[in-house]
């Protein structure tokens, strides 16, 4: 099968679907362009290799076709700077003018289509859009791993228009290679830090690690769910009522497959929802009535750093607490500086979800961990083990 890394672009236009999905402030300006530059790598490799590059992605959820403030319009200056080329635009991605800038695109060159989801086709995962935005290029290539669990046109359709002319970009290669490592050659000690409010929106993602894990470190609103199920008292902390004998099986689970499951023994907590509330240590499962956990204790710090420090491999997705909050914000930048230690040491650390992610900008360790996910749903669904439609699409389209 063609990667970027080995393909000759010399003379092709490759069509490149990128996830330029990022936030933009009042006056349409980007807050964040890791996105992009995360997309570079390759639109470079196909410039230096000779080819020209045809730029598709979405932005936002536009309801009733063109907005302005969905515009790509507002990017075409970061995207010049930041790939070291013009960017020329087409202020449709379907129709004559898009047509016409992609046939007459010379090597080195960089067209951006307007947004995709101005046509409902996108979404819909119409097959004549695909077949139209198929015709612009020679080569299809498919960049953008946060949308890669979404049935879309320009993700999952168009590939079938590409046979054997069809490949992963740099980034998307990279991330399914980083989960790969964790999930499918994992070296020993496996420690998972899961965090996050919910137990429900990561029970598919602990149900299928637990055949593979040492230890599994519970975080987050989501812990006092997990305490609740064994009966302790959780006072006013986040509880999913509807999710208690959820919580419970997976504690049997992980005992018959010898997880050691680390549960926050004493918490952080506080009597309102805020930075200023009051502040006090409590044991995790005697939190009086009026009061809620919104970080985890000192006792469970000092346990999940050794645990941390001691593993060879670690998947972190969710945080210990209430981070945005500076005064509860101790768990997670303690667990993330840990994370960092064992890395430094040798381990293999995948950090993925949209508020680990936001953990590890905060507190500035980049460039220490092994690799930070850009794709937050698609992450959680390929280490969920499921079949991302954006991937199996160029797999088949690659016999």
Aim: charged letters at 20%; aromatic letters at 6%; one cysteine or more.
């Amino acid at each position: 099968m063609h990667t970027a890394d080995n393909f000759d672009f010399s003379g092709k236009k490759a069509l490149i679907r990128v996830d330029f999905n990022v936030p933009l402030n009042n006056q349409f300006q980007i807050t964040d362009d890791s996105r992009i530059k995360a997309a570079v790598l390759t639109i470079k490799k196909v410039l230096n290799g000779g080819g020209s590059v045809i730029l598709m992605s979405h932005l936002g959820r536009p309801k009733n076709g063109p907005e302005k403030k969905y515009s790509l319009q507002h990017i075409i200056k970061r995207v010049s700077k930041l790939a070291g080329a013009p960017v020329d635009f087409a202020d449709d991605c379907l129709g004559s003018e898009a047509r016409e800038k992609a046939a007459a695109l010379q090597p080195g060159q960089i067209l951006l289509l307007e947004n995709l989801r101005f046509h409902e086709g996108e979404t819909q995962g119409s097959v004549e859009m695909a077949k139209t935005l198929a015709q612009l290029g020679d080569v299809y290539v498919n960049d953008a791993f946060g949308t890669a669990h979404r049935e879309h046109a320009s993700t999952a359709v168009i590939a079938q228009f590409f046979k054997n002319n069809c490949m992963f970009g740099l980034l998307m290669q990279r991330e399914i290679d980083s989960v790969a490592q964790v999930m499918e050659n994992p070296q020993k000690p496996f420690t998972a830090v899961i965090g996050g409010a919910k137990v429900s929106s990561k029970i598919g993602i602990i149900e299928n690690l637990l055949s593979k894990l040492d230890n599994l470190i519970i975080g987050g609103g989501m812990a006092y769910t997990f305490i609740k199920a064994q009966g302790g008292e959780v006072g006013d902390s986040l509880v999913e009522e509807e999710h208690l004998e959820t919580a419970a099986k997976v504690i049997k689970a992980a005992k018959r497959k010898g997880v050691r499951i680390l549960l926050p023994e004493d918490s952080a907590i506080a009597n309102t929802f805020s930075n200023d509330a009051a502040k006090k240590i409590a044991e995790s499962d005697h939190i009086p009535a009026g009061w809620m956990g919104l970080d985890v204790g000192p006792r469970a710090m000092g346990h999940n750093t050794v645990c941390l420090e001691e593993s060879k491999t670690i998947l972190w997705n969710g945080p210990m607490g209430v981070f945005e909050f500076d005064n509860f914000a101790e768990g997670t930048k303690s667990a993330a500086f840990a994370i960092v230690a064992a890395t430094e040491r040798g381990a293999y650390s995948l950090v993925g979800g949209g508020d680990s992610v936001a953990a590890v900008n905060k507190f500035q360790i980049q460039e220490h961990v092994s690799y930070v996910s850009t794709g937050g749903g698609a992450l959680l669904e390929l280490i969920e083990g499921k079949d991302l439609p954006g991937i199996a699409a160029i797999k088949k389209a690659n016999p």
